[in-house]
């Protein structure tokens, strides 16, 4: 398994790759680990995707890319350590350029965790300025203050154990651009979405589009530290991007349509939660939230952000948000969701505990 070719390893991960790229890729010698590599996506020349695991404890939960630059790699979401770990010995089976930048398009565990392993391989985390609050909000531990989530997330993960939170030192307030000629990456904030912090590396040759969790690509939205009305906003802005490729941050690469479908998920949960729920007592309420999830069910375009019933359920958290926002009420007959669906987030996404707000 290990003499894996290159050439195997660019044709079983190449979708897009042009033949001029590809006799370009081809030269030199096979690297060692490649096999590994190979699970790892060549999406356009020298563009990479890497599908993350939300399974408990995975090593990589959130998806990732890198971007190799003439001098440098920049990677996209730092992971969990494990992940962190796992992304780098890919990215070194490709090229030993140094992986100079860790970009963490928000403050989640899943994404941002992983910082301190990139320093030790001399990288520099890089993030938009709202991750450096969103941490001072939920990291208290790390500012001195009583344990916060990432205290909370290493009861259940071994490699937070044996490392430390790294917040990101280089931020941006508004936009950062790599440009070196050949490749251009724009990380830009659009404003506030799944967290307060969120920002998206936008890759305009390319076309191609990281959006870290302000979109997902499966039933893995946590609305918790976000703000759904402007979520639904701050969506219509990446659309306007004109982006072809779009890696989400959770679930399988996908197109411009994956930033409509998760934008008429959360319009359609706003329209059902204010016409079914809005009007209703809060004790009344609750009985409603499995007919509107069977409503979202039965529509084929969001029916895969619609979370199933069980102990991984985040529905019921969703709805309580929205209507939260909808009513300033707090919805007492779901007063419990907000914590299980952070129990959740802290298992499966690493970054939420329940005992922080
Ligand atoms: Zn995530
Ligand atoms: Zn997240």
Redesign the pocket.
Known sequence: MCDISRREFLFSGTAILTLAAEGELLGGPVPAGAAEAATADLIAPDIYFHEGNVADNADAVCNNGWIMFEDYVLVIDANFPAGAKLIIGKIRSLTDKPIRFAFDT?H?GD?AYGNQVFVENGGVPVAHTGVIEEMQRYETGYYGNKPGRWEEAAKGRADLRTTRLKPPSVLFSKDLIFDDGKHRVELMHLGVA?THGDALAWLPKEKILFTG?VCVNGPYN?VGDGDVGKWIETLEAAKQLGAKIVCT?HGPRSVATVLDDQQAFFKALREQVGSVMAGRPPEEAKTQVELIRATLKGNAQIARFVATAGPDDAFPAQVQKVYQELTGKSLAALERQPRLARQVHARS?G?ASASSA
Do not use: F, K, Q
């Open positions: 928000h989640h994404h799944h969790d946590y941050g996404h970054s």
